[in-house]
């Protein structure tokens, strides 16, 4: 029984922070919040689909992104795309991507939970 509600304490605490930093995406159907909105935009404008595909889960040279946030930390998700890595281009040198990368965590990271669906997004109003 205590080690129940210490276990609960523990998950209330990590859901806690995780909306604190902002990096938990919202959806009801396609409709999203403002932060998973702008991330998607970025996800398109800033080629990152190019590469990754239009539902972000890859192709023959480029990772699965879907598969692949469910194994990152959000800090390893920013050093990846501000340094790059191997075939990927860094980013640190594109201001909409550097403001933006909570914002395109927050939406990748639905993405891969599978908060967010493939396609199109509408912002919640
Ligand atoms: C020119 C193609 C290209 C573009 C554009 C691109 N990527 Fe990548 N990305 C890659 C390749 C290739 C890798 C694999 C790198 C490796 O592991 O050697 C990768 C890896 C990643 C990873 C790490 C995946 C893992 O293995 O955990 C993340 C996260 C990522 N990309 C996010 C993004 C985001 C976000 C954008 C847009 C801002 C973006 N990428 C744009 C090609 C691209």
């Not at 932060?35 to 972000?56: D, I, M, V």
Request: include cysteine; hydrophobic fraction near 35%; glycine fraction near 12%.
């Amino acid at each position: 029984m205590q080690k129940n509600s210490i276990k609960n304490l523990a998950v209330s605490g990590l859901v806690t922070a995780a909306v604190a930093f902002g990096s938990v995406a919202q959806a009801e159907g396609n409709s999203v919040d403002k932060s998973t909105f702008n991330g998607w935009k970025l996800y398109k404008r800033q080629r990152c689909e190019t590469c990754h595909g239009p539902t972000a889960e890859g192709g023959a040279a480029f990772p699965n992104l879907v598969v692949a946030l469910k194994n990152r930390t959000k800090e390893e998700f920013t050093t990846i795309v501000l340094n790059g890595k191997g075939n990927m281009p860094a980013f640190q040198g594109n201001k909409a991507v550097v403001e933006g990368i909570d914002d395109l965590y927050t939406y990748l990271k639905g993405r891969s939970d599978g908060t967010v669906p493939a396609g199109e997004l509408t912002e919640a109003q």
